[in-house]
């Protein structure tokens, strides 16, 4: 459950600090809080879930090198904060280049003028928050019991019941097969939608169709918890009108074994009962929302619209998509695939990952396991995508899988030991500085634009690199050694101790 970022902003726990938004404003009326933090720790983003107000004195913040500021604007950007608000009291002012930095990420910074207790505002956010939850909890009770006498009163048509749930939210609502077609609906669909929510509904084990909750005007964490709530009388309504074929049966057990790590035969035999070719080209892909509450609604979505064949599967607070591509053109379709994804899901709170491109369902499971590793990889890398491909993450999967902890760790001090220990001692994100130099195709321009860096900074950033490293790499074999090595420590893999076995 949670706020809306403005009536925070206006409330009179906020009020004797005189806020003002600083940067971000166009995304402060989209914005919701679900919970208050206060912290100077300038490293927090890892340990933050997304939606929170986090409230900072601002002394450490400003303490920081210009890079390292914006480096933490790019990170709670990155984690869902819903709004940081400094205290701006007794003249301490927020440099431009970290507004810029906010307004291009469209995270709302708010100045507080005044000095304001902060624990004040976490309790008038935490009230809100629970009443909200009951408000949510006494109205979906209300409704489950309207369609209980409903359905023992006359059956479990299901017009009736969806017609009544739409009444009671003034809602748009609707049951929606798996292609994306409706299959029934009750109330006024909001011309531009609203805050909306999905439910899979489950007729004999199978997931046949989703029940979709849109207003204009209701907080989404209250459709939640409606539909959470009527799911299984929707359910039962639809059951009587559908049963689930043998080809959609198929589609199921075929998504439940590729999640359950499955292969072999079978795999072969589920496809072709569910009418997917066993030879052409899969990926597995894997969304999950930021706050990992649930599977991301907007990736679902997006899903559905980029192809009839992609198949989907809840599985716990994630989604997983199979997607089938053409023999011969499957690099071509699975760019252009991630590019779709990235354009339509940047800025939407949710995270994916593509697992390797198989030349065959028989390789769907290993697809899988390399998403869910590319996906945890990537949010301990610092990239602002907000799906990553697997394939921008072959050396940090290979030393994972491959390399024992002590071969990588004297790899990275003779590549990059110097550059570390003055990294270690004056600071100023060398390391990453040189990834991003590398990964740009050594663009300083493009480089630049992705570290939040005039080029002239980076320029000599660059020339301090090269200095400690024995001159500029291209042209030489140390190039490639320095792109592995930098994506070994970008990485973060879970390497094994000893030698391989």
């Known amino acids: 459950m949670a706020v809306p970022l403005k009536e925070v902003l206006d409330s009179v726990a906020l009020l004797p600090g005189q806020p003002v ?106 009230r809100r928050i629970v009443s909200r939850q009951v408000e949510a909890l006494q109205i979906a009770d209300a409704l489950s019991q309207q369609l209980a006498e409903r359905v023992a009163a006359g059956g479990a048509p299901l017009l009736p019941i969806l017609e009544l749930t739409a009444r009671a939210l003034d809602a748009w609502v609707a049951v929606v097969d798996p292609r994306g077609v409706v299959i029934e609906s009750a109330g006024t669909e909001p011309g531009e939608r609203g805050p909306a929510f999905s439910v899979e509904l489950n007729v004999g084990g199978i997931d046949i169709a989703r029940l979709e909750i849109s207003s204009a005007s209701e907080d989404p964490d209250r459709l939640e918890t409606v539909a959470q709530r009527i799911r299984g009388i929707v359910a039962l309504a639809l059951s009587q009108r559908h049963r689930p074929s043998l080809a959609r049966m198929a589609d199921d057990a075929l998504l439940r074994m590729i999640v359950a790590g499955g292969g072999g035969d079978q795999l072969l035999e589920l496809a072709e009962a569910a009418g997917l070719p066993p030879d052409v080209p899969v990926a597995v892909a894997l969304f999950r929302s930021r706050d990992s509450g649930r599977p991301a609604p907007d990736a679902e979505r997006t899903l559905r619209a980029l192809g009839a064949q992609i198949r989907l599967h809840a599985d716990g607070d994630a989604l997983v998509a199979l997607v089938p591509f053409e023999r011969g053109g499957s690099v071509a379709a699975r760019q252009e695939f991630i590019r779709s994804l990235r354009e339509s899901l940047s800025g939407k709170g949710g995270l994916g990952a593509v697992g390797p491109t198989e030349p065959s369902i028989r390789g769907a499971s290993r697809s899988l396991a390399e998403a869910r590793i590319t996906l945890r990889l990537g949010r301990a890398s610092k990239w602002e995508h907000a799906v990553y491909d697997s394939a921008d993450f072959v050396v940090e999967r290979f030393a994972e899988r491959e390399l024992p902890r002590h071969a990588v760790e004297l790899f990275i001090e003779e590549t990059l030991g110097p550059l570390m220990e003055l990294e270690r001692r004056r600071g100023g994100e060398l390391v990453r500085t040189l990834d991003v130099w590398i990964t740009e195709g050594c663009n300083t321009a493009e480089a630049a634009r992705v570290l939040f860096l005039e080029r002239q900074s980076l320029h000599k950033r660059l020339a301090r690199i090269f200095e400690v490293l024995g001159g500029d790499p291209r042209g030489t074999g140390r190039l490639g050694a320095l792109a592995f090595a930098v994506k070994l420590v970008r990485g973060n893999a879970r390497l094994r101790d000893g030698a391989r076995g």
Request: net charge negative; aromatic share 6%; glycine share 10%.
């Open 21 to 126: 938004v600083l940067a971000g404003q166009e995304a402060v009326a989209h914005r919701t809080v679900r919970w208050v933090h206060s912290s100077e720790v300038v490293q927090i983003a890892p340990l933050l879930r997304g939606g929170e107000f986090l409230l900072v004195g601002g002394q450490n913040f400003l303490a920081l090198r210009e890079g390292a500021q914006l480096e933490y604007i790019r990170s709670l950007s990155e984690r869902g904060v819903a709004c940081v608000a400094f205290e701006t009291a007794g003249g301490r002012d927020i440099p431009l280049e970290v507004l810029a930095a906010a307004d291009e990420a469209g995270l709302p910074l708010v100045g507080l003028r005044n000095v304001v207790p902060f624990v004040e505002v976490a309790e008038w956010v935490n």
